[in-house]
């Protein structure tokens, strides 16, 4: 089954104790990329990563690093955790390739991340 | 200025009725898609629609369709025949520039909260 899986699903933690939320996609997409979702604010891209081993920030980056080493993998790191990056993260993927117009992004589940 | 604004914050409808969600964007690209995900409670995004800003007809997927207005700058999203399953959150969002080419990020608006009544 095509997917975009993360994990872990939920994850409560402590300020400062680094975390990392994993994201794998099985469908061999190009483009990946990380988002978090805030009531009242609705999605906003954090990074991307356009092939292996190219990342860039997006709209909200600080406080969050990614990695591309695998076309399939795109992990989100929270080096030092605070309680303002509570939210619902979702990674997403789509083909990047040229000719698909419509090239809609495909999202994992979500995971909820808690920082008392 | 909000480039994906959706005024609705919630909304209810009585089932089996269609139901119009607005959605207006702002870009100054000649390119761009709008894109509809549907959020219900258990939190995944679903995708459930797409218009291309070239696109002459309006987009259309079973019983949802696309009301594109493109120069009042305007992407309704109209569900027909609303079911109980259709309770959600639905999110209008939009590319900017062409695809496959740079950053495919996807600018969303705030959502907006359908309750379908029995």
């Known amino acids: 089954e095509a997917q975009v899986t993360q994990n872990p699903r939920y994850l409560i933690t402590v300020t400062g104790k680094k975390l990392t939320v994993t994201c794998s996609q099985n469908?061999?997409?190009?483009?990946m990329s990380w988002y978090r979702q805030d009531p009242g604010l609705g999605l906003r891209q954090i990074y991307y990563?356009?092939?292996?081993?190219?990342?860039d920030k997006g709209d909200v980056p600080e406080g969050y690093k990614v990695s591309r080493k695998e076309k399939r993998n795109f992990p989100l790191i929270l080096e030092s955790p605070s309680p303002n990056q509570t939210s619902l993260y979702f990674c997403?993927?789509?083909?990047?390739?040229?000719?698909?117009?419509?090239?809609?992004?495909?999202f994992g589940p979500g995971t909820r991340l808690t920082v008392l | 200025a909000q480039k994906i604004t959706q005024t609705q914050p919630g909304m209810f409808v009585q089932e089996k009725e269609a139901v119009t969600l607005d959605c207006t964007y702002d870009?100054?690209?000649?390119?761009?898609?709008l894109f509809w995900y549907k959020q219900p409670s258990s939190g995944e995004m679903i995708f459930l629609i797409y218009?291309?800003?070239?696109?002459?007809q309006n987009a259309t997927e079973g019983r949802y369709s696309l009301n594109f207005q493109k120069a009042r700058k305007s992407a309704n999203l109209v569900i027909s025949a609303s079911q109980l399953g259709d309770s959600a959150m639905y999110f209008c969002?939009?590319?900017?520039?062409?695809?496959?080419?740079?950053?495919?990020?996807?600018?969303f608006g705030t959502g907006t909260r359908l309750t379908i009544i029995p």
């Open positions: 997403a993927s789509s083909t990047g390739l040229a000719g698909v117009p419509r090239d809609e992004q495909f």
């Open positions: 469908m061999n997409h190009e483009y």
């Open positions: 990563s356009m092939n292996v081993e190219v990342t």
């Open positions: 870009t100054s690209d000649q390119s761009y898609g």
């Open positions: 218009q291309g800003s070239y696109d002459e």
């Open positions: 969002a939009m590319r900017e520039g062409e695809a496959n080419f740079g950053n495919e990020k996807l600018t």
